[in-house]
């Protein structure tokens, strides 16, 4: 939010007291704390009758300063705060005439002693990173509301650009934008953001997290175009700043901090094929579906039963509608015969006609008015409560539905919703803040379900599809991007959002294939196919017409087949590409910024993407078949062609619907699988090594098992021209040079 009008006034309605100096420092083995004077401190008692700032350095993990700035102390912190995996080192805190250095490993922060001269310095390898200076740091009062808010401005270098926020739908590059962190459902066309993310990275290898689950609001270069400012309610702000050394790196120690994801089941990363939402659909209808894409030879790994298993108006209550499913564990063993895995929508909202109403009511299991009565709207169903995720005996209830649901051969769960969390008149079970709860109340609910899932099924076999998210999200995949429309725009729009929530931590990523409003064309239905194939995870789904293939065109048939096909065979190197991402953090689907990020060109694409290290993808989103993209320095090979296409250079080029800019990295390994029926087999098994440009050197590729071990070991050698390969693999495999 904005404070000032223009670069001299501040708005009428607010007091502001800036930072000014710093007036006296505490050093302790593990803090530097600083008290700032809002005035000139002249004289004893100089300072009297004006507010001070109270600014401490600490250091929760190797390369990361964590900063808390309070007005007053005494505030009851009713919380809920992050889960923060913390790696305290003790720091390095020293003191000049002119200055005080905090340093957590390669990070530095640098306090300027100067009178009037607040400025704290950032500092990566004694490179700079970024500063709080001159009207940056501040507290503010409201005098309408009596609201107290606590700000900080951290300066932005030419040509800095902004990325991540979470799952935005706007541009890429967040530079002008002014961005309010508040989960929201509001379609993929909107400002708003089902999964909002208090954390941000730059081009200069720092990222920033404010440690707050309340609506803080960013002004990104907006209302101070040299600077983010970020700013929320209340009487503190902690944020951190994480030093990378380049924009991997960053994501590396984010997710070190926030927490890393788990790593999906191979299963999931095959097609998934949904019912639809408000669609007509019964044992016959999920028969006819499974038939076609069978009898057109399109492998399918997992059916998804949305809302309409459970009976109309009866949302949430986690039982069969016996009208429509008389006997749904006959259906599921049936499918589950055919080698599917089962997936059933679910949300945390349920409706006073739900068989769950009564007993939750009486058991005190739903948020309730600050009086005591059930909190409860018409707004989705009628009469709906919302489950007290912070009660553990609520959670153990909802959980026991789920294990009855999986105890009948449901997998996985589609963890609808959790944006609409009320927070005026509201209280929670332990006592959290509802302002707080808001954004938070989503992590709690997929952490409840998806370890649920996890405790029945194991550890590696657990996987959620989730709307929903804040920050620590990542650690409960696979998430999806929400309402998207039948159209190029929105394809686009939804491309803008993955690239934005991977820069936020999110590794495993997906999307509904043609988008869910509307029906799409053919032509729509074809592109999105391709792209939707090329991502982490892979879903047919729509809101009121189905999503098979054959109901837009022969050729879609065809498309959805190729790519399917394409993405099976393609495993050994997707699900090295989830290892890598369940133990660094690194997304599946990442920005270009990511691989290249010396290339100034790559800090704006927002069209194309790189599928783990070594595969770029280009989506056709133009009705004439062109697409635009940008080919990074060397010879690339597109795998569906074979065709060697010189980089550094902006590309235009026109493709059929089986075709797009799939491009190998010059110099890389792509590890292919025999097995184009199904995501999870043995990826040793027949396995291609597909060379692409190689280079005098070595380049080790590890081929993992199911579990996420290394299966398999292939060392590629290449001298003079010539390629050996060195394994510690039984197994026969075949090199292809390209």
Request: aromatic share 12%; charged share 25%; glycine share 8%.
């Amino acid at each position: 939010m904005k404070f000032t009008n223009g670069y001299w006034l501040n708005k009428p309605e607010y007091d502001l007291h800036f930072a000014i100096q710093s007036f006296d420092a505490t050093i302790t083995e593990s803090a530097l704390r600083i008290i700032c004077p809002t005035v000139p401190a002249e004289g004893r008692g100089g300072v009297m009758n004006h507010p001070a700032l109270t600014v401490t350095f600490t250091a929760p993990m190797e390369d990361v300063i964590r900063v808390k700035v309070e007005h007053w102390r005494g505030v009851v912190d009713r919380g809920p705060h992050f889960e923060m995996h913390e790696s305290p080192v003790r720091p390095v805190i020293t003191e000049t005439e002119t200055e005080y250095t905090f340093q957590s490993g390669r990070a530095k922060a640098t306090v300027s002693k100067a009178p009037k001269g607040w400025r704290v310095t950032y500092t990566g390898d004694d490179k700079l990173l970024t500063e709080s200076e001159y009207h940056a740091m501040a507290h503010a009062f409201c005098r309408p509301t009596g609201v107290d808010y606590m700000i900080e401005s951290l300066n932005l270098d030419v040509g800095e650009r902004v990325y991540g926020l979470g799952e935005r739908f706007t541009a890429y590059v967040k530079n002008g934008q002014v961005v309010d962190i508040w989960n929201g459902d509001g379609g993929t066309a909107s400002e708003l953001a089902y999964k909002n993310v208090p954390f941000y990275m730059t081009n200069r290898g720092y990222g920033v997290l404010v440690e707050s689950s309340s609506d803080v609001s960013f002004e990104v270069a907006s209302e101070k175009v040299e600077r983010v400012q970020f700013s929320q309610q209340g009487q503190s702000l902690t944020y951190d700043v994480i030093y990378g050394v380049n924009p991997k790196g960053v994501l590396e120690k984010y997710a070190a901090l926030t927490g890393r994801p788990a790593l999906p089941p191979a299963w999931s990363f095959g097609l998934w094929l949904s019912t639809s939402f408000t669609t007509s659909y019964d044992e016959k209808t999920v028969t006819s579906f499974i038939d076609g894409m069978a009898q057109r030879d399109i492998p399918l790994s997992v059916f998804h039963f949305d809302c309409f298993w459970m009976k109309d108006n009866h949302l949430t209550d986690l039982t069969w509608d016996p009208d429509v499913f008389p006997d749904p564990e006959g259906l599921l063993k049936k499918l589950k015969a055919r080698g599917l895995h089962i997936c059933c929508w679910i949300n945390s909202y349920i409706a006073q006609e739900s068989s769950m109403f009564d007993e939750g009511m009486e058991k005190g299991y739903f948020i309730k008015k600050e009086n005591g009565d059930v909190w409860q709207t018409d707004l989705w169903q009628p009469g709906l409560a919302i489950l007290d995720v912070t009660n553990p005996e609520a959670r153990e209830w909802y959980c026991g539905k789920l294990r009855a649901l999986m105890d009948m051969g449901v997998d996985a769960f589609k963890t609808d919703f959790g944006e609409r969390i009320p927070v005026r008149g509201v209280k929670y079970f332990d006592g959290s803040d509802p302002l707080r709860m808001h954004n938070y109340y989503t992590y709690l609910y997929n952490r409840m379900v998806f370890e649920c899932i996890e405790q029945y099924r194991g550890k590696g076999d657990a996987v959620v599809f989730a709307r929903s998210a804040t920050v620590g999200g990542q650690q409960f995949p696979v998430h999806w991007n929400g309402d998207s429309s039948a159209s190029f725009m929105s394809m686009a729009e939804t491309l803008r959002s993955g690239l934005s929530i991977a820069h936020s931590g999110f590794a495993f990523w997906s999307h509904d294939i043609a988008g869910f409003e509307q029906t799409a064309t053919a032509d729509v239905y074809k592109r999105w196919a391709a792209f939707g194939l090329l991502s982490s995870h892979s879903r047919l789904h729509g809101s009121s017409s189905y999503r098979v293939p054959w109901l837009f065109d022969e050729e879609a048939n065809e498309v959805v087949k190729r790519f399917a096909r394409l993405k099976n065979r393609l495993m050994p190197y997707l699900y090295g590409a989830a290892v890598e991402a369940h133990e660094k953090g690194v997304p599946v689907l990442r920005p270009m910024l990511l691989e290249f990020p010396d290339s100034i060109a790559c800090e704006t694409c927002d069209t194309q993407y790189m599928l783990g290290a070594n595969l770029l993808v280009a989506p056709v989103m133009h009705a004439d078949g062109h697409v635009d993209y940008y080919l990074p320095a060397g010879e690339w090979t597109n795998i569906l062609s074979d065709e060697a296409v010189t980089g550094d250079t902006w590309r235009r080029e026109t493709h059929g619907y089986l075709s797009l800019p799939l491009m190998a990295r010059p110099n890389s390994v792509i590890p292919m699988g025999a097995n184009e029926e199904r995501p999870d087999y043995d990826y040793t098994d027949g396995l291609e090594l597909h060379v692409f440009r190689p280079e005098d050197g070595e380049i080790t590729v590890k081929v993992p098992d199911l579990k996420g071990n290394v299966a398999a070991t292939y060392t590629v050698t290449v001298k003079g021209g010539e390629v050996s390969v060195r394994t510690d693999s039984k197994k026969p495999y075949r090199v292809v040079v390209h």
